[in-house]
């Protein structure tokens, strides 16, 4: 057992503070997610720890449902772009040749266009639900996984193990998952939380402009934008799901980068 | 024979014009071909069969998708965008000017953030592992990890609200004075260059330690040069390629950090143009910003490559 670096602890704890809070969300918020409490914008008391919001909701109840909110499409859209951008990118890399070819140029094609602004062109025809932000924002961001993915991919392709693998007549998919998948894993579980913050960033900004989580669901980006009025009379009420993203930002952050250097010691030895 | 630097930059063009014909037809498909109805999102739930009719016709969806690709497409290079479903206002004059203002905005944000960072990105190399270079790395690890909407609240909550810097509103109208204008923008301008800072900043310095290992810079350093001019005179200029390649690459996510930008300090530019269209659906807007968006980001990019293109002596001067 490896001995845990400070940084990697702190981050640890305040991602599984996150999650949990997340999970248990119906049990621990002292109120209801649209439960008119009081009135609006009262400053914190003992009885609303974070104050009310613009039409006298629980702040502290509101974070606990909204960060549920959008940690779950956050995360459901990192499952999606990785399973997607992962398959395609090792099956690119295993075929080679034309299938390669068209996978890849699609790509860069879809990164032409920066992903805010194709996800802004596909909700104006498209309903704004939840299943649909999550299909937009796992699909947009898969591209940038089928690239990481495919690039670990044609190192491993042409190890030996997978040559001898091809040569026993293993079939495709046995050598996508039980040969390519196994070496290429720690790149991408690192890659990972950075996919994930960049969901949770990405949702908030769409529920912010309005064009993400519909009201009177909660989330972080759609309390800023119930709260930004408040701003101007100087109550920081908008701010406080800043906090809450940038907090779980770099304590994700935090995670991936000690991920990253644990398995990429592994290259000298597993001891390291 | 050609020189070789003038086929690379031409194929590298042709590769732009074809990337952004392609990001046309994704742009089209994203809008017309996807499951759902325009017409009926249009209208909504309650529409009776006959106003979709109605609908369909005036818009012309009942023609196949190739056709009105290509009469959209026709109609694009000859500079007429279509009319906005809202007011029925041909869109090209209301974006044009919105461009006008959203190209102002960023150019201001580029004209601090670069030179800004490139600064930064030269003392901590120059002091690396030792405190600047510490606290410049924190504080731009914070930037980075707060979307810019946040970054924008913060920033009004503070210099807007409780020292009263600043104005809150970024109001701009024709016949603005060029230091009222500046003024008004100021708050986004900051939002933004903090934005783009963090990045542009980490890379520099990454670009420029990768080459302080080459044996050159420890030549320098025997010669007995003062560590700032080695880096200054020796590093950077080695480091070009790749410092400019990020700047680009940071332009044009200025370009994208506009559209939230705008939202918070409604600003008349192309941000929040497109953001109002979608919300009300009006499709030929938003195609029409969705195609201006990725000309800028191509052609940013585009930019960006050539330069790596031409800083590279070995292509300059071939053999």
Known sequence: ????????????????????????????????????????????????????????????SRMIWGGRTTIFIATCATLLSFGLGSILGFFAAVKGGWVDQVLSRLVDLMMSIPSLISALVVLSVMPVTIPVLILVMGILDSTRVFRLSRAVAVDIAVMDYVEAARLRGEKQGWIIFREILPNALSPLVAEMGLRFIFAVLFISTLSFLGLGVQPPMADWGGIVKENKEGIVYGIPAALIPAFAIATLAISVNLVADWVLNRTSSLKGGRGA | MVHPVIKLVAQRIALGLLLLLAASVLIFVGTQILPGDVAQSILGQSATPETLANLRQELGLNEPALTRYFSWLGGVLHGDLGNALTNGQPIAPALGKRLLNTLFLAACAAVIAVPLAIILGLVSVRYRNRWPDKLISAVTLATISVPEFLLGYIVIFFLAVQYRLLPSLSTVYDGMGFGDRLYAIGLPVIVLVLAVLGHMMRMTRAAILNVMQSAYIETAELKGLRPFAIIARHAFPNAIAPVVNVVMINLAYLVVGVVVVEVVFVYPGMGQYLVDHVSKRDVPVVQACGLVFAGVYIGLNLIADLVSILANPRLRHPK
Do not use: C, H, K, N
Request: no cysteine; proline share 7%.
């Open chain 1, 1 to 60: 057992m490896t001995r845990l670096p400070l940084a990697a602890l702190i981050g640890l704890v305040f991602t599984g503070a996150y999650f949990a809070a997340a999970l248990l969300a119906p049990w621990i918020a002292p109120y209801g997610m649209a439960e008119i409490v009081g009135d609006s914008w009262e400053p914190s008391s003992s009885q609303f720890w974070l104050g009310t919001d613009s039409i006298g909701r629980d702040l502290l």
